[in-house]
């Protein structure tokens, strides 16, 4: 960790080390919210809500369990209020306990907590550094259900389902059945739909949000188009509660405008919240997106090819893509992964970024048995570009549960138990925090320069160079117990006092090497 006399690193997105997790699944804070809207009925495996909510997190947050692992920027799943029914989409009755199935934009689903309980939690983690990002869905509403009426026609499309051949049969159309599609591109303008207004009055909400609607087409001059009122619903989270960033769902879905315009109200309404609090500004970083157009790979650059036409999504408001390849390329070894990595982000996607993960939600994972925690661990920490740890990859949570259909396998609730109790979790875990407790505090490693200094042993630089920062650092990877020797003249001259952050042992740089004695192989070394 930092000595008190060095200054704190600044937050650098492209060097963020973000944390995944799925509210319901996380830590139950409150059980009192665990069923609401009578949601009783018999689910699938893991397709019914667990009781993970919102002031789980804050607990977690509290427990410094965050600040251990390293990380500063926490992305949950979305926690708009829900459909309150289920339905079997062929894989046994599910609820919307993931969040992508929204009935009300405006409202918090009470399964996952109140506005209250997400007030408190970005205020927690801004008083630790750590930035909070939503997830916002524009591109469908949740299914249809006894419970749960459909939008108007001309609010959502049913009944064609994507065949992903083209840009159009990927926008518009729907995901799955009964999964109704908003239709984003209209140029119609719509009433709200009936069932909202009436749900506005009964919680005595529906002058404020129709008056709210009013100044916000009044201000903006836009058409009462579908996807102009969820922008407004999805900005007034960061207007009212400050969130730092939005990872969009299912971009792809929709025609590449919807985008330009949600940015231009995500900054609109980040820079407004920031004049109206001013003593809870954290820095001068603007408002940070994340993309997530499923199949995207760092190795196409910036454009994403439908087949029939290619869309770049950095330029149409996004700072970051999620990146499906890195599960792939983390099948190589370590200098293949960092030069690459390296050499895309400072050259062709130079001013943006990607987000690598080794597990997720809903995609196959580099490491679907858990063999390999602690070299997952050292590739997505030490790799270039934003590192998305998925709740559990730090313990070696279980990717393949008994019993369960399709992705639920993925979202296990988290295996707290095992944290307590068992000592290789216990080892894997030490070794995630380790790794990224030294990204959260060298923005070289995710955002600096990478350059190989050694073969055999593997040993790399990182240097950092922007704004007036400057950060270096040096890692040896594979070099075996006991005593090492560093070549480091190419960034610490010699009289460098360094530390290996993963022992914690000092040295003092000597005709151009460092010397660690220590039982690990992996050396982190930072100017002390």
């Known amino acids: ?92 009755l599910t609820y919307g306990y993931h969040g992508y199935w929204a009935r009300d934009w405006t409202a918090l689903d009470p399964n996952f907590g109140t506005k209250n309980d997400l007030a408190l939690l970005v205020k927690k983690a801004h008083e630790k550094g750590i930035r909070i990002i939503l997830d916002g869905v524009i591109n469908h509403t949740g299914p249809v259900t006894p419970e749960d009426p ?21 926008t518009m159309c729907t995901l799955v059945d009964n999964l109704p599609d908003v239709r984003t591109e209209s140029t119609k303008e719509v009433e709200l739909p ?24 009044k201000r903006t001059n836009y058409p009462r188009t579908p996807k102009y009122y969820i922008i407004k619903w999805l900005t007034d989270y960061i207007l009212e509660f400050g969130i730092d960033a939005y990872r969009a769902d299912t971009v792809k879905h929709t025609e590449e405008n919807v985008w330009i315009d949600f940015r231009k109200e995500c900054d609109y309404a980040f820079e407004t919240w920031k004049k109206h609090h001013p003593l809870q500004v954290l820095d001068q970083n603007p408002f940070y997106t994340i993309a997530e157009v499923y199949g995207y790979e ?11 036409r290619k869309v770049n999504y950095f330029e149409k408001g996004f700072n970051n893509m999620i990146n499906f390849e890195f599960k792939l390329d983390a099948q190589n070894d370590y200098e293949f992964i960092f030069s690459k990595y390296s050499d895309k982000l400072q050259n062709e996607l130079k001013g943006y970024s990607v987000l690598n993960y080794v597990s997720s939600h809903d995609d196959s994972p580099f490491d679907a048995d858990r063999k390999r925690a602690f070299e997952a661990g050292t590739k997505l920490l030490l790799s270039p570009g934003i590192s998305q740890v998925y709740y559990g990859d730090e313990s070696g949570r279980s990717l393949a549960i008994e019993g369960t259909e399709g992705d639920a396998t993925l979202r296990s609730f988290m295996n707290w138990e095992e944290i307590e109790s068992n000592p290789e979790t216990q080892r894997i875990l030490l070794h995630w925090q380790k790794l990224g407790q030294f990204r ?5 490693v995710g955002a600096g ?48 006092k360094l530390k290996d952050a993963f022992s914690g042992k000092e040295t003092e740089v000597q005709n151009g090497k460092a010397i660690i004695d220590s039982e690990f192989g992996l050396v982190l070394l930072e100017k002390i």
Not at 50 to 75: H, P, R, T
Not at 150 to 170: A, L, M, Q
Not at 194 to 217: Q, V
Not at 481 to 488: A, R, S
Request: glycine share 10%; aromatic share 14%.
């Open 440 to 444: 959260r505090n060298h923005p070289a």
């Open 194 to 217: 009936t069932f909202l207004i009436e749900k506005w009055k009964k919680e005595d909400r529906y002058e404020k949000e129709s008056t709210s609607l009013d100044e916000f087409f």
């Open 298 to 308: 760092i190795s196409s650059g910036q454009e994403y090819d439908f087949g029939d």
């Open 449 to 496: 320069i990478h350059k190989m200094i050694s073969d055999k042993p593997y040993i790399f630089s990182r240097v950092y160079n922007k704004e007036n920062h400057i950060d270096e650092v040096i890692i040896g990877l594979d070099l075996g117990t006991g005593y090492k020797e560093l070549p480091v003249d190419s960034v610490f001259k010699d009289g460098t």
């Open 1 to 92: 960790m930092n000595n008190d006399n060095t200054q704190k690193p600044p937050f650098i997105w492209e060097g963020a080390n973000v944390y995944f997790l799925l509210t319901d699944r996380f830590y139950n804070g409150n059980p009192s919210n665990d069923i609401n809207f009578n949601r009783t009925k018999t689910s699938g495996k893991l397709r019914g809500f667990e009781g993970g909510d919102i002031i789980g997190i804050i607990k977690k947050i509290d427990e410094g369990y965050f600040d251990e692992l390293g990380i500063n920027a926490i992305w949950f799943t979305p926690i708009v209020e829900q459909i309150h029914d289920g339905v079997d989409e062929g894989t046994g």
């Open 150 to 170: 459909i939008w108007p026609e001309d609010w959502v499309r049913t009944g064609i389902v994507c065949d992903y051949k083209s840009f159009e049969n990927t």
